[in-house]
């Protein structure tokens, strides 16, 4: 079978290759096709895998490619990674709102409305060349934000578009752990959009571990987000939110602790990964130990603000280890290529599942996989509380993907006043006026 990596050129993209070299299963990927815009970056890139391959017997081949079409003909499965406007992208997305007194995380509040207005087109056109080249292939959207940009592709794609994110994943097998119980044999009652999500319930043997784990302070001091939420309050809540949530429940310490570092997380990784890829350029041959290496900084700074702010301590190297996004991939892929059942939290569309939100509400639940997709499974409703704040971002996301199709101003000042981040309309004008002056592919929001 044949995958094609979009954003090829992508750091992360050794982790899938990684994941496809440990998989030794009949049907298996025989043939990777790295696109990027970058020719520097896929060459670098490429050059990590090829040393990730030596001495792995049958490895996937790898190809690299900048032209789109030739990338897509003939592909099986489709993994969509790509970054529009790169990490200085993601640097102005950053400090524009920080500017204004506003959080500005990646794909959280205003930096994730500019990252979705600017990567909604593009991830468009990205859908349309798919169901005109490789109209059998499965889509597995990575794209951030995920569920905003998988919502924009179904309609060219259908149900062979699927998002994933590793944090609804990671977070249920650590709090699986935390029980003594089996990650792979729980069922996670869990729900919400993207970044924006409670696990609400965790069944093993017939019966709700969760109560139990949140009684014990013992176990829910034991992973991060136990200690990134902490006890009292997540006894209040009576379940355990994903780790993004912080933002929103500590909104203002978190703002306080971001703004009081130097640089951004988007300035540290584009420092830190233009360092990379110029190393890389250089020394080929270290290609692979110089991804490994910075790799492992990067993972052990990652949310470091918030976890500073709830003093959780460093991140858990077990939960590092474990696999992230690439894994959630490869389960996905074989479940459907080979008609193995498989659950998966995923974002799908809603279909009646969660009673507050259309059925065609892009949303992250528990799936059944096969040959024939991703069905979601019935899970317990939102509390008031949870569909308030869902039913509010749904808004904001749909407002963000109008903006940017049809590219209308008021559509995208609604998105930025509408989140529950942003407090006022004035703060949101000046947002959308700063973001369109810095940013050139939204110069077109200009008053």
């Known amino acids: 079978m044949r995958l094609t990596i979009l954003g090829g050129g992508g750091f992360r993209v050794p982790l899938v290759y990684q994941a496809l070299l440990g998989d030794r299963g009949t049907g298996r990927i025989t043939s990777v096709a790295l696109f990027d815009t970058d020719r520097t970056r896929l060459t670098s890139i490429a050059a990590v895998l090829r040393q990730q391959a030596a001495g792995v017997a049958d490895a996937p081949v790898v190809t690299e490619t900048t032209d789109l079409d030739e990338a897509l003909r003939g592909a099986d499965f489709v993994f969509s990674a790509i970054r529009v406007g790169g990490l200085e992208g993601r640097t102005v997305d950053e400090r524009v709102a920080l500017d204004l007194g506003v959080l500005g995380q990646e794909t959280v509040g205003a930096g994730g409305i500019a990252y979705g207005l600017r990567t909604v087109p593009v991830a468009v056109g990205i859908a349309q060349r798919i169901a005109a080249v490789a109209p059998q292939a499965w889509v597995i959207n990575f794209t951030n934000p995920a569920g905003m940009v998988t919502e924009a592709m179904i309609p060219y794609l259908g149900d ?12 249920g097998r650590r709090a699986a752990l935390a ?15 993207n970044h924006l999500g409670w ?4 069944r093993s043997g017939g019966v709700d571990r969760l109560p139990a784990l949140l009684e ?64 890389t350029v250089r020394h080929p041959e270290r290609a692979l130990e110089l991804w490994q290496k910075t790799r492992a900084e990067r993972e052990s700074t990652y949310m470091v603000e918030s976890r500073e702010v709830a003093d959780a301590g460093e991140r858990d190297e077990r939960d590092m280890a474990a696999g992230g996004y690439e894994q959630v991939a490869l389960s996905l892929m074989r479940a459907i290529a080979h008609n193995e059942r498989a659950s998966l ?33 019935t899970v317990s409703q939102l509390t008031d509380h949870q569909a308030g704040l869902i039913c509010s971002v749904k808004a904001v996301e749909r407002s963000t993907i109008e903006a940017a199709v049809s590219g209308s101003r008021s559509a995208a000042l609604r998105a930025f006043a509408w989140h529950p981040l942003v407090d006022s309309v004035t703060a949101a004008g000046k947002l959308l006026e700063s973001y369109a002056e810095q940013l050139p592919d939204l110069a077109r929001f200009r008053a």
Request: aromatic share 10%; charged share 20%.
């Open 160 to 171: 062979r578009v699927i998002g994933i994110c590793d944090s609804p994943s990671g977070l």
């Open 179 to 193: 029980l003594g119980v089996d990650p792979s044999t729980a069922f996670y009652d869990y729900a919400g959009l």
């Open 199 to 202: 696990l609400r319930g965790l």
């Open 216 to 279: 014990s302070s013992d176990a829910l001091s034991s992973f991060e987000e136990g200690r990134l939420f902490g006890a009292d309050w997540l006894r209040s809540l009576g379940a355990i939110p994903n780790e993004y949530l912080h933002y929103y429940y500590f909104a203002r310490e978190t703002l306080a602790a971001v703004q009081a570092v130097q640089q951004t997380r988007g300035k540290f990784l584009l420092e830190q990964q233009s360092a990379f890829y110029a190393e």
């Open 345 to 377: 939290i995923l974002n799908v569309r809603n279909r009646g599942v969660l009673h507050h939100l259309d059925d065609d509400a892009v949303v992250e639940i528990p799936c059944t996989v096969d040959a024939n997709g991703a069905l979601p499974v």
